[in-house]
């Protein structure tokens, strides 16, 4: 309110901003809450010893004679304990492993597996030590099946693996160990796990390391990943690095990086460092290259590929990208160095790879294309021993077969994955089809055939005579078993010749004809078979690879390995959505929480959306949307009702499924507030109507104003004047309360 009396009062008043600013630091340390049901080391000892641990009851750690599993609680192994895992099998999560502490496989003939599994929060956090060590020709596992986060030391031995299924974080090192270059120590990363190499940790040793189709891995050290020879980068091991060219490779490290050597070929690139370069020190092959927003990329002097290139300011998918330095159609020194000469040459094609069965369905207002579908049928089992004694055949790998279809738009064609053999029966076949038949399947691969019970004569692999397509191969079979060693598993075919038989002559680990096959390029390997002494056959290794033969002893039951599942791969042209903004930018009032933004859509059909705000409108409280539904003409925007007066930027990106590839439109959101100050002149005298109000607008200028003095019941008051400065004369002595509305109808508290 404003008072006009007798005498003249100056009002003046103070805006204080305070600005909260919380830092959170997260440690690598993981902190559980103490629980009803926690467990710790007492001492040290085998693992499902009686004298070993203690369990929180509430109110105090009670010893015990159980040991812990998932089942349970948290799971300490404390400073100074030696906790020996003795066991065939078990599954835990919520594992810590203390400074000092140290978790030990043991020496046993047994085939030992510690599975981490997918719990709540994080499943392993190890600040001391694992050693995986077991007896030759064994096979002791530590696999990865939810999140795990390592700190301190994990040491692979001889003959032993980590599997990683889920997501595994490496800020410290590992070392896979061998002898003799014929035992080796492994460090697994499968389809759809996910390695997160922090800027100092290393995978090395003399071992093998293995990053497979469909897996992630992200880089942090300025080397990046090199080949083998070299020292340099997060993976440094000496036997083997298979880094796969169907997996994604982010590099986000926290200073410049190169990608290394070890980069060839990826199903996709991601640089994400950033305000910092990463620099290709080779050419690369990939289906898509995508560059985050602060990142900078030299390409060097090289000719990269990509089926794609995603960059803030949209997606692209034909001709050439580099630096004004560089022969390329489009330049941009903005995402590329200016000094470099590299283009990146976009061949407009997505790969898309299913492990699991579904559909492939094409938009409506796309055009007929072309795409190469290839097959793979599942592999066959290797023989089981079922209380008979003696070794057994190893299962036939799965056939291939390609062909180039004429896609249909609107369609719905059906993707069959034949899974792997698990019983005596055939793998499945892997087929595609316009229809839900098989029987009009345009595509198909046959499974491999499985082992009988208690035989030791090898399976045969899928045939190539019985598939469809234009290129065909046969699957490799198994090895017959001889005793004391059971026969490997046959290879899948490979994109370019038949797969292949197990060897029966030679050395090595396994021994012939024990050796699962090696498989061509685009193939699986079959599994191993077991030898010297009983056990069950290892699986094939996907896609189709056979499994292994056991060998059985004393009446026991043992196992082959189950045949892995087939593989349907889909190499088309991408699908371009675009959308047309119908209100931007998005105008609100302050303290507005939600509003609309409107679009059309021109080409494509997108089904999928995200959203990535600028640092600024972070900042202010906006918040990333991760990839949802896209709804049919708008999308609901949040606002922070504290965000002050401005311009924030976001990025929507929007994707039609699989085949579609991101398409990046950029949008603001504009908030308004009308900010200003009042300078009263009271009446000359008593009585009199020559008061005045003078309005100074602060903020910016959003003109026409209409002008309140009784609180917002009416807009009629007659200010005169230009932005900024508005005055009102002629009025008696009162009291008076100024609202302001701009032009988008943003009123403005009560003032004063």
Not at 459 to 466: M, P, S
Not at 706 to 734: C, E, H, K, M
Not at 738 to 743: A, C, F, G, H, V
């Given at each position: 309110?404003?008072?006009?009396?007798n005498?003249?009062n100056?009002?003046?008043?103070a805006?204080r901003?305070?600005?909260?600013?919380?830092?959170?630091?997260?440690?690598n340390?993981?902190?559980?809450?103490?629980n009803v049901?926690?467990?710790?080391?007492?001492?040290?000892?085998?693992?499902?010893?009686?004298?070993?641990?203690?369990?929180?009851?509430?109110?105090?750690w009670?010893n015990?004679?159980t040991?812990?599993?998932?089942?349970?609680?948290?799971?300490?192994?404390?400073?100074?304990?030696?906790m020996?895992f003795?066991?065939s099998s078990?599954?835990?999560?919520?594992m810590v492993i203390?400074?000092?502490?140290?978790?030990q496989?043991?020496s046993?003939?047994?085939?030992l597996?510690?599975?981490i599994?997918?719990?709540?929060g994080?499943?392993?956090?190890?600040?001391?030590?694992?050693?995986?060590?077991?007896?030759?020709?064994?096979?002791?596992r530590?696999?990865?099946?939810?999140?795990?986060?390592?700190?301190?030391?994990?040491?692979?031995?001889v003959?032993?693996?980590?599997?990683v299924?889920?997501?595994?974080?490496n800020?410290?090192?590992i070392?896979?160990?061998?002898?003799?270059?014929?035992?080796?120590?492994?460090?697994?990363?499968?389809?759809?796990?996910?390695?997160?190499?922090a800027?100092?940790?290393?995978?090395?040793?003399?071992?093998?390391?293995?990053?497979?189709?469909?897996?992630t891995?992200?880089?942090?050290?300025?080397?990046?990943?090199?080949?083998?020879?070299?020292?340099?980068?997060?993976?440094?091991?000496?036997r083997q690095?298979?880094?796969?060219?169907e997996?994604?490779?982010?590099?986000?490290g926290?200073?410049?990086?190169?990608t290394g050597?070890?980069?060839?070929?990826a199903?996709?690139?991601?640089i994400?460092?950033?305000n910092?370069?990463?620099?290709?020190?080779r050419?690369?092959?990939?289906?898509?290259?995508?560059?985050?927003?602060?990142?900078f990329?030299?390409?060097?002097?090289?000719?990269h590929?990509?089926?794609?290139?995603?960059?803030?300011?949209?997606?692209?998918?034909?001709?050439?990208?580099?630096?004004?330095?560089?022969?390329a159609v489009?330049?941009?020194?903005?995402?590329?160095?200016?000094?470099?000469t590299?283009?990146?040459?976009?061949?407009?094609?997505v790969?898309?790879?299913?492990?699991?069965?579904?559909?492939?369905?094409?938009c409506?207002?796309?055009?007929?294309?072309?795409?190469?579908?290839?097959?793979?049928?599942g592999?066959?089992?290797?023989?089981?021993r079922?209380?008979?004694?003696g070794?057994?055949?190893?299962?036939?790998?799965?056939?291939?077969?390609?062909?180039?279809?004429l896609?249909?738009?609107?369609?719905?064609?059906?993707?069959?994955?034949?899974k792997?053999?698990?019983?005596?029966?055939?793998?499945?076949?892997?087929?595609?089809s316009?229809?839900?038949n098989?029987?009009?399947?345009?595509?198909?691969a046959?499974?491999?055939?499985?082992?009988?019970?208690?035989?030791?004569?090898?399976?045969?692999?899928g045939?190539?005579?019985?598939?469809?397509?234009?290129?065909?191969?046969s699957?490799g079979a198994?090895?017959?078993?001889v005793?004391?060693?059971?026969?490997?598993?046959?290879?899948s075919a490979g994109?370019?010749?038949?797969?292949?038989?197990?060897?029966?002559?030679?050395?090595?680990?396994?021994?012939p004809?024990?050796?699962?096959?090696?498989?061509?390029?685009?193939?699986?390997?079959?599994g191993?078979?077991?030898?010297?002494?009983?056990g069950p056959?290892?699986?094939?290794?996907?896609?189709?690879?056979?499994?292994?033969?056991?060998?059985?002893?004393?009446?026991q039951y043992?196992?082959?390995g189950?045949?892995?599942?087939?593989?349907?791969?889909?190499?088309c042209?991408?699908?371009?959505?675009?959308?047309?903004?119908?209100?931007?930018?998005?105008?609100?009032?302050?303290?507005?929480?939600?509003?609309?933004?409107?679009?059309s859509?021109?080409?494509?059909?997108?089904?999928?959306?995200?959203?990535e705000y600028?640092?600024?409108?972070?900042?202010?409280?906006?918040?990333?949307?991760?990839?949802?539904?896209?709804?049919?003409?708008s999308?609901?925007?949040?606002i922070?009702?504290?965000?002050?007066?401005?311009?924030?930027k976001?990025?929507?990106?929007?994707?039609?499924?699989?085949?579609?590839?991101?398409?990046?439109?950029?949008?603001?959101?504009?908030?308004?507030?009308?900010?200003?100050?009042?300078?009263?002149?009271d009446?000359?005298?008593?009585?009199?109507?020559d008061?005045?109000?003078?309005?100074?607008?602060?903020?910016?200028?959003d003109?026409p104003?209409?002008?309140?003095?009784?609180?917002?019941?009416?807009?009629?008051?007659?200010?005169?004047?230009?932005?900024?400065?508005?005055?009102?004369?002629?009025?008696?002595?009162d009291?008076y309360?100024?609202?302001?509305?701009?032009?988008?109808?943003?009123v403005?508290?009560?003032?004063?």
């Amino acid at each position: 309110m404003i008072s006009l009396p007798n005498k003249i009062n100056n009002i003046r008043g103070a805006k204080r901003i305070v600005l909260l600013l919380l830092v959170i630091i997260l440690a690598n340390n993981n902190i559980f809450a103490q629980n009803v049901g926690d467990y710790r080391s007492r001492a040290s000892g085998n693992w499902n010893a009686n004298n070993v641990w203690q369990r929180w009851n509430g109110t105090a750690w009670q010893n015990v004679t159980t040991y812990p599993t998932a089942a349970d609680g948290v799971i300490t192994i404390r400073n100074g304990h030696t906790m020996t895992f003795n066991m065939s099998s078990i599954d835990v999560d919520q594992m810590v492993i203390d400074t000092g502490g140290r978790l030990q496989f043991a020496s046993s003939p047994t085939l030992l597996d510690f599975n981490i599994v997918d719990g709540p929060g994080v499943d392993l956090i190890n600040n001391g030590t694992i050693n995986v060590s077991d007896y030759e020709y064994s096979d002791s596992r530590l696999k990865v099946f939810g999140q795990a986060v390592n700190n301190g030391n994990i040491v692979i031995e001889v003959d032993c693996h980590v599997h990683v299924y889920g997501t595994f974080t490496n800020n410290s090192t590992i070392t896979a160990n061998n002898q003799s270059n014929v035992y080796m120590g492994k460090f697994f990363v499968f389809t759809g796990a996910v390695l997160k190499c922090a800027p100092n940790s290393v995978i090395g040793g003399p071992g093998d390391f293995i990053l497979n189709q469909g897996a992630t891995i992200e880089i942090g050290s300025p080397a990046g990943i090199s080949a083998l020879g070299s020292t340099t980068g997060n993976i440094t091991t000496g036997r083997q690095r298979d880094f796969s060219p169907e997996a994604t490779y982010i590099y986000n490290g926290v200073a410049n990086q190169i990608t290394g050597t070890g980069l060839v070929e990826a199903d996709g690139v991601i640089i994400n460092n950033a305000n910092n370069t990463v620099t290709f020190s080779r050419a690369v092959t990939m289906n898509y290259l995508l560059i985050d927003n602060d990142a900078f990329v030299n390409l060097g002097s090289y000719t990269h590929t990509a089926g794609y290139l995603s960059l803030p300011i949209g997606s692209f998918s034909v001709n050439t990208w580099g630096s004004t330095a560089s022969p390329a159609v489009h330049k941009n020194n903005e995402y590329f160095d200016v000094a470099a000469t590299g283009i990146v040459q976009l061949t407009d094609k997505v790969v898309i790879t299913y492990t699991s069965s579904t559909t492939f369905t094409t938009c409506a207002t796309d055009t007929a294309f072309r795409a190469i579908v290839e097959t793979w049928g599942g592999g066959g089992k290797g023989g089981t021993r079922n209380n008979s004694n003696g070794v057994s055949g190893g299962g036939g790998g799965g056939a291939y077969s390609r062909d180039t279809i004429l896609i249909t738009p609107g369609h719905i064609y059906t993707i069959n994955v034949g899974k792997g053999a698990i019983t005596t029966a055939a793998g499945e076949d892997s087929w595609f089809s316009p229809t839900a038949n098989v029987n009009n399947a345009v595509v198909l691969a046959k499974g491999g055939n499985s082992v009988a019970n208690n035989t030791v004569t090898r399976a045969t692999g899928g045939n190539r005579n019985n598939g469809i397509g234009t290129v065909r191969f046969s699957g490799g079979a198994g090895a017959t078993g001889v005793s004391p060693r059971a026969g490997g598993g046959g290879s899948s075919a490979g994109i370019n010749t038949n797969g292949n038989t197990p060897p029966t002559t030679g050395g090595g680990n396994p021994p012939p004809p024990s050796r699962g096959a090696t498989a061509p390029l685009g193939g699986g390997d079959g599994g191993h078979a077991k030898f010297g002494n009983a056990g069950p056959g290892c699986p094939g290794i996907c896609p189709g690879g056979g499994g292994g033969g056991a060998y059985g002893a004393n009446g026991q039951y043992n196992a082959g390995g189950f045949g892995a599942d087939g593989l349907v791969r889909i190499t088309c042209p991408p699908s371009h959505s675009i959308l047309q903004f119908l209100d931007t930018p998005i105008v609100v009032c302050r303290g507005t929480s939600l509003a609309y933004l409107k679009y059309s859509i021109l080409q494509g059909c997108p089904t999928l959306y995200k959203i990535e705000y600028n640092n600024e409108a972070r900042n202010a409280g906006f918040q990333n949307v991760a990839y949802t539904a896209l709804t049919a003409d708008s999308i609901l925007i949040a606002i922070p009702d504290t965000a002050p007066r401005g311009v924030y930027k976001g990025t929507l990106t929007v994707k039609s499924g699989e085949r579609g590839f991101p398409s990046n439109f950029s949008f603001t959101v504009k908030i308004l507030e009308t900010t200003f100050t009042t300078l009263p002149n009271d009446v000359s005298c008593y009585g009199g109507n020559d008061g005045s109000i003078s309005i100074t607008i602060t903020s910016g200028n959003d003109a026409p104003y209409s002008f309140s003095i009784d609180n917002g019941t009416s807009y009629s008051a007659s200010f005169t004047g230009t932005y900024p400065n508005y005055t009102l004369t002629g009025l008696p002595a009162d009291t008076y309360k100024i609202r302001i509305k701009n032009n988008k109808g943003c009123v403005t508290a009560p003032c004063p």
